[in-house]
């Protein structure tokens, strides 16, 4: 199977929170990412966390990990049609080689 | 500061044909890494080069894929003799240093192998 998995789709009303989550199996893992891709465009960086942390907050990004259950998870607050993309989870156990998830696009409906 | 370049942004290849796919990185980053995203999977990565060296090739198929990263132009992912399972998007990303946590990623092209 695959190393990190998402689920493919979410949709939400604007102004209500988003939560992605991720699963992932390399127990090694150092650092998990959420990346953000809106159409046309590269992958962009959200957001970071080392695995020794639980949490990690920033403006409306809030990123929870229980590395327990290899859980990763983005909650976005009060989200706006700007957040519509398809965001990735992804984890690395080196410094540079990142293992993606698929990506969960996000739809946000007035 | 321009972000990294990648082109052509899709390709169409017949089976048999080469695709050479560019990637310019980002001004004063001299580390580059490719990854494949197949239908409904997550990216993938290649390889990853420094000026003129292949540091890691581990996510590279042994057959028909090589990558370069010359001293003076943009990097090059080379597929001879596509197949349809090429069919793919190809990432590029680059960074200024080994064990920056940020990979800036290019818009990726298209490889359609009919």
């Known amino acids: 199977g695959e190393d990190v998995e998402q689920s493919l789709f979410l949709s939400v009303r604007e102004g209500d929170s988003s939560v992605i989550n991720c699963t992932y199996t390399d127990s090694s893992s150092t650092y998990l990412y959420w990346y953000k891709q809106e159409p046309g465009a590269g992958l962009q960086l959200l957001t970071y966390?080392?695995?020794?942390?639980d949490m990690k907050q920033d403006q409306r990004l809030t990123v929870l990990l229980n590395k327990k259950d290899k859980h990763l998870s983005l909650r976005i607050a009060d989200t706006q049609t700007g957040d519509s993309a398809i965001y990735f989870c992804a984890e690395s156990s080196n410094d540079y080689k990142l293992s993606f998830g698929a990506g969960t696009t996000v739809t946000v409906r007035a | 500061n321009a972000g990294v370049m990648q082109n052509p942004r899709h390709l169409v290849r017949r089976r048999g044909q080469e695709a050479r796919l560019r990637c310019s990185p980002m001004k004063g980053h001299s580390h580059v890494y490719w990854y494949r995203q197949l239908p409904e999977e997550g990216l993938k990565f290649m390889v990853y080069l420094q000026k003129e060296n292949i540091i890691d090739e581990s996510g590279m198929p042994k057959e028909r894929f090589s990558a370069e990263f010359p001293k003076e132009g943009p990097s090059i992912l080379r597929i001879q003799q596509v197949v349809r399972g090429d069919s793919a998007a190809y990432f590029c990303a680059s960074s200024p240093r080994q064990g920056d946590n940020e990979q800036f990623f290019g818009p990726g092209t298209r490889l359609t192998v009919l």
């Open positions: 966390i080392f695995s020794n942390m």
